[in-house]
């Protein structure tokens, strides 16, 4: 993973017997933070790495570096292994808190440095990850457990944590006992030495190497448009319009949103504008703020006529008016010249999530198209990242979902009208959506 020079690192993370002699003459068992510099940029791996009976085990735990061997002599570190591909070398002298060495392959060198991260750490990087979730999370009755209960037991396992690797298991079983999706806790990705950024919610595309919007014409009567991530950017929503513009005259459409994981509103709106001919309600999303703000305590609870309304394409813009309002009203829909006006299939499965879903939902309660193929994930929260001390992110749902009639996908997902088992080798989804469109 290649990141912008100086602010992001390779993290990693060793651990090693602590001696009484103190630090300065025997490594401590703890967090180091090295940065590896190359010409593109700096790279962050974690790694959890412990000495028992003078020999070495090491694991990555998070990014794209392998280790093959670690040595440690005297106070220098030694890590063999594979980075971008290549053997590479990383030699790391313990100078007091710090650490300075070279990495080196075949074909490039560069410098390391490094910082180490007191176990303290861990407790303060607990109470925050506790208050954050408190304060944030976006059910005030945390999906039915007693989220207050949970702090004690699990602040005195943090305490006797013997490393990072220890209370990184520790923090993601309490945060499973919130049974939510969007809920992570990882080391995060950005340099030691640094201006840390502020709190941000991050989209992400999760195609990579896979066009977002394709589409083609099936046969004489039938058009095919494959979503593979509700992405952002003005060029999505352009390609929507493009692909209406293709295969918009033809009398019947099937949208496939198969393994679309989600995103953001970009081509959920585009998509909406073709398909709703008026303005049309696809879903409320309320934080815990929005809740107490019309004091209630869940979402179904709320009055959607009492709602602010949201119609553009961005994120930010979106983000804006929830964290201002509370709570919002997505609306779509009659904004193109000439919305779609044949027979509709939209193909789903169980790797349908997040945002689609939302599209999902809103097709299944208005009746705009046939529902063919699996159950969706159930996923469908809107989610945020938080920058905890000690180098980790905790990512939060902030805001719950459900449709303008009070419905809610997460954790259930949305079944298909058609329901359809695979079978190897074929697409069966696509040959029911075929049989149902031609009237068989």
């Not at 702090?151 to 919130?178: C, H, S, T, W």
């Not at 009567?221 to 979503?227: A, M, P, S």
């Not at 585009?270 to 107490?292: M, N, P, V, Y």
């Not at 009055?303 to 949201?310: A, C, I, R």
Request: proline share 4%; aromatic share 8%; charged share 25%.
């Amino acid at each position: 993973m290649t990141i912008t020079r100086g602010r992001l690192t390779l993290l990693v993370l060793l651990f090693c017997m602590f001696s009484v002699t103190g630090f300065s003459t025997t490594p401590a068992e703890g967090r180091w933070s090295v940065v590896l510099e190359t010409s593109e940029g700096n790279y962050i791996y974690p790694l959890d790495l412990r000495v028992d009976s003078g020999k070495i085990s090491t694991t990555v735990l998070r990014g794209g570096l392998k280790v093959s061997s670690t040595q440690m002599r005297g106070k220098t570190v030694s890590i063999r292994g594979e980075f971008r591909s290549e053997p590479v070398t990383i030699n790391l002298k313990i100078i007091g808190f710090t650490m300075s060495g070279t990495w080196r392959t075949a074909a490039d060198s560069g410098k390391a440095i490094g910082e180490f991260q007191p176990a303290a750490t861990r407790l303060k990087a607990f109470d925050e990850i506790w208050e954050t979730t408190n304060s944030h999370f976006y059910s005030p009755l945390f999906n039915g457990i007693d989220w207050r209960a949970l702090k004690e037991p699990y602040q005195k396992r943090v305490g006797l944590a013997k490393n990072d690797g220890e209370f990184y298991l520790i923090i993601n079983e309490m945060l499973d006992k919130l049974r939510s999706s969007h809920v992570g806790f990882y080391t995060t990705e950005r340099g030691i030495f640094s201006e840390v950024k502020p709190v941000q919610n991050i989209a992400r595309s999760t195609t990579e190497g896979r066009k977002v919007v394709e589409w083609k014409q099936l046969n004489s009567n039938t058009g095919y448009l494959k979503i593979s991530s509700f992405a952002e950017g003005e060029e999505y929503v352009n390609d929507i319009d493009k692909a209406f513009a293709a295969i918009g005259d033809l009398p019947s459409l099937v949208i496939d949103l198969r393994g679309n994981e989600g995103g953001t509103l970009s081509i959920a709106m585009r998509l909406g504008d073709h398909i709703f001919h008026r303005s049309q309600e696809l879903g409320i999303l309320a934080t815990r703020a929005g809740l107490d703000r019309y004091k209630v305590n869940s979402i179904e609870k709320l009055d959607p006529d009492t709602l602010p309304k949201y119609s553009g394409y961005n994120v930010e813009g979106f983000l804006a008016a929830l964290r201002q309002r509370g709570a919002v009203m997505l609306v779509t829909g009659g904004r193109v010249a000439k919305p779609y006006s044949g027979r509709i299939v939209v193909l789903t499965d169980g790797n349908s999530a997040s945002a689609s879903e939302g599209f999902i939902s809103a097709i299944k309660e208005t009746g705009a198209a046939k529902l063919i193929g699996r159950r969706t994930e159930g996923a469908l929260l809107s989610s945020r990242d938080f920058e905890i001390i000690g180098g980790w992110t905790l990512k939060l749902p902030e805001a719950d979902f459900c449709t303008p009639k009070g419905f809610r996908p997460e954790a259930v997902g949305i079944e298909p009208d058609i329901r359809v088992k695979v079978i190897p080798g074929r697409d069966a989804d696509l040959e029911a959506a075929l049989r149902y469109l031609n009237g068989n």
